[in-house]
């Protein structure tokens, strides 16, 4: 169980269009879904927090204009990475929990964007 | 002080050794703890979580915990050449101002050699 799906599984984009990255929990309703950034050699950075119905809480840095996320329903969470440049470039991964923060996290499979 | 500190490795064993991991914490009230494993190119996957001081055992995995040293680490036996991945440790950071978050630490690299 605990399965949580991303779409698409890599993406090349031109600089300046927008990409939209689905994270799907497929067998289980996530209240909560987290969105993180990883750069080669480095540790995930949560970017943003959203639960199901509600705003996300972006982390401090993270420019909320710029990726912008959606999280519609209890198993489906969106983020759009909007007028990508290719210093956006990076690798995206979703997690997915059943309750508020103090769950475990399930990871999807990550979204590496390259922007040319 | 970061919140969760790894060694950051590389970590090599010889195969069928044990590897011991370690992480430390900041957050003396943190009641939950992770280990996840992520391979190169991939993203995190859980391997264990625990919450009570002590050992808890899953196959060749057994994670520890210390809440009084704020320490967790965890202990792979029989280590295997696809046990060579980058293990992250994760804390549950209770936040009285804000939203409680689980906090990642950098990860430790881990080789196994055959």
């Known amino acids: 169980g605990a399965v949580v799906s991303q779409h698409p599984s890599r993406v090349i984009c031109k600089s300046g269009t927008s990409v939209k990255i689905e994270c799907r929990s497929l067998?289980?309703?996530?209240?909560?879904m987290f969105w993180y950034r990883q750069f080669p050699k480095k540790s995930l950075m949560l970017m943003a927090t959203?639960?199901?119905?509600?705003?996300?809480?972006?982390e401090q840095g993270v420019e909320k204009d710029k990726f912008l996320i959606n999280h519609a329903s209890l198993t489906l969470s969106t983020l759009t990475v909007t007028s990508a440049h290719p210093e956006d470039s990076s690798f995206y991964i979703c997690?997915?929990?059943?309750?508020?923060?103090?769950?475990?996290?399930?990871f999807g499979p990550g979204t590496r964007l390259t922007v040319l | 002080q970061k919140e969760v500190e790894q060694n950051s490795g590389p970590l090599s064993v010889p195969e069928g050794a044990i590897a011991s991991l370690n992480c430390t914490y900041s957050?003396?009230?943190?009641?939950?703890f992770f280990w996840y494993r992520q391979y190169s190119g991939k993203s995190p996957e859980l391997i264990m979580s625990?919450?009570?001081?002590g050992d808890k055992e899953d196959g060749r995995f057994t994670a520890q915990l210390n809440k009084a040293s704020q320490y967790v680490s965890l202990l792979i036996r029989d280590s295997q050449p696809s046990d060579s991945a980058t293990y992250l440790c994760?804390?549950?950071?209770?936040?009285?101002?804000?939203?409680?978050?689980?906090?990642f630490g950098p990860g430790t690299s881990l080789s196994v050699i055959p």
């Open positions: 997690s997915a929990s059943w309750r508020a923060y103090t769950d475990t996290q399930y």
């Open positions: 067998d289980f309703q996530a209240t909560t």
């Open positions: 957050d003396r009230v943190s009641q939950s």
């Open positions: 994760a804390v549950l950071s209770i936040r009285e101002t804000s939203y409680d978050k689980v906090i």
């Open positions: 959203s639960n199901e119905g509600s705003k996300a809480t972006y």
């Open positions: 625990i919450y009570s001081n």
